[in-house]
Structure formats: C-alpha cells, structure tokens
C-alpha cells in the first residue's frame, strides 16, 4: 500500500532501495482442496478476503505465493461493476464475456435466446450499461454465467442486490445445476441461503481459514465472530459517552 501515488515512482527508480510502501497480507496460509460437483460456501466479516479469494481463483488476480488448480470452464459473477465494460451495451457485453469464455459468434447466438428470457430487462439489453440499475446489471450478468454450461460456478454476493422474484428464481437454478454436477463457490452475508445450498463452508477471518466444516458447525462459529464484535463496538459506544464533559 502506498501513501501517495508518486511513491511508487521513487520506488521503481531506486529500484526497491528505497522502500515506500506498506505491505499488506489479504490472504495468508489458504489451503483446501474441493471436489466435483459439491457446492462451498466462503463466510467471514467485510476485509475477511472473500472477494479476493475468488478473484485469484477465476485468475483475474495472480497469488503473491502459491497456485490454484482447476479443470474444467469457470464462470463467475464477481462483485457488482466486475465483468462489464460500462460504455458498451448490454448486448455487446453478453458477447465479450461469452468471447473470454471460449465461446464463438455463432455459439453466443445460439445462447443468447435464453440469456434474454432469464435476464427479463427487455429492450435495455440494447442500451448501455451505465444506464442499468444494480438489479437489471446482475440478471444479465447472471444470465450470461449460467448460460455458459460452466463446470464450475462462482458467486461473490452479487444475488442480494436482486428482487425477491428473481432470486427465487436465481435459486432454483442453483439447485438444477448442482444436480447436474456443478461445482459451486458461493460467497453471501445471507447465512439462510449458505445454510441451504452448501454442503461445506469455509470461515475467512482475517485473511486467514480458520474454520472448514459442515456450514452448521461453521455458520456457529461465524456467528460468534460477529457477536464478539458488536459487544467490543457496544463497550466503545459506553466509554465514549462516558468521556463526554457534562453541559
């Protein structure tokens, strides 16, 4: 982390002499291996490292140490504004995704009548997708994912931001695809939908994997970081009204 963005500059022109920056781990000692067809939840707090996990898995980000391993087509719903090129329409974003996912013109069009129908934002899908609400932005992308016959499926939250008809329906596609084999990362605050679809759940805290167990056993768990937190938040609110002057 720099402080100011010339810092790196100096940095690279003293050839790392001159240290400028502050190093921050967002993901330390992350070990596990996952099997076909089965569906994990990642839990944890904000700043746990969720989203960055995913990120290194899809390898839109590269791990400082290590390497992750796959096989088979990934496809990923990332967290909202990830995916996208805002200027293009939505039309031309359903190409240039299904295109990095190894998709021809003629394969893309043969989807994209499905796409449409799960999406259901009619003729916006020809406007850009700046002019999107947050909702109609994660139908088509979710669309775009699940259209993709992908054999492994990633989610980072991105389904809370739509409304309940569609999530509903977000979810009974879920359920289709792990009964075809899919094997599902799915990263959500909403511990119902984790307790639901997953048969495993891994705890971030810190950076760090400090729980890996039936989502019962793990959902206990995340819920006692939670509540440490607010008794540690409830004790400040006490001091500082405590230190006030008296009027």
């Known amino acids: 982390i720099y402080e100011r963005p010339n810092d790196r500059l100096k940095e690279m022109l003293t050839r790392g002499r001159w240290k400028r920056h502050q190093e921050f781990w967002a ?22 490292g969720k989203s960055t996990l995913l990120q290194i898995m899809t390898g839109t980000l590269e791990p400082t140490h290590g390497s992750v391993w796959h096989e088979g087509r990934i496809a990923a719903l990332l967290e909202l504004g990830t995916g996208f090129n805002s200027e293009f329409t ?7 995704n299904a295109s990095l996912m190894g998709f021809s013109q003629s394969e893309t069009e043969a989807l994209l009548p499905e796409i449409e129908r799960f999406a259901e934002i009619g003729t916006f899908i020809n406007q850009p997708v700046k002019t999107y609400s947050s909702g109609m932005y994660v139908r088509l992308a979710f669309s775009v994912a699940i259209s993709a016959s992908p054999q492994i499926l990633i989610i980072d939250e991105a389904l809370a931001v739509g409304d309940a008809v569609f999530q509903h329906r977000c979810m009974r596609r879920l359920k289709e695809m792990q009964e075809n084999g899919v094997t599902i990362f799915f990263v959500s605050h909403d511990l119902a ?14 950076g ?10 793990v959902l206990n768990q995340y819920q006692k970081i939670i509540m440490a937190r607010e008794k540690a938040y409830d004790r400040q609110e006490a001091l500082s009204e405590t230190a006030k002057p008296e009027s």
């Not at 993901?27 to 746990?48: C, H, K, R, W």
């Not at 939908?193 to 810190?206: D, E, F, Q």
Request: charged share 15%.
């Open 27 to 48: 993901l330390q000692d992350i070990s596990f291996a996952v099997e076909a067809g089965t569906t994990t939840g990642i839990i944890g707090p904000n700043g746990s």
């Open 90 to 96: 939505g039309l031309e974003n359903v190409f240039m």
């Open 208 to 217: 760090r994997a400090v729980a890996d167990d039936k989502p019962t056993a």
């Open 193 to 206: 939908s984790v307790r639901a679809l997953c048969s495993r759940a891994i705890l971030l805290h810190g």
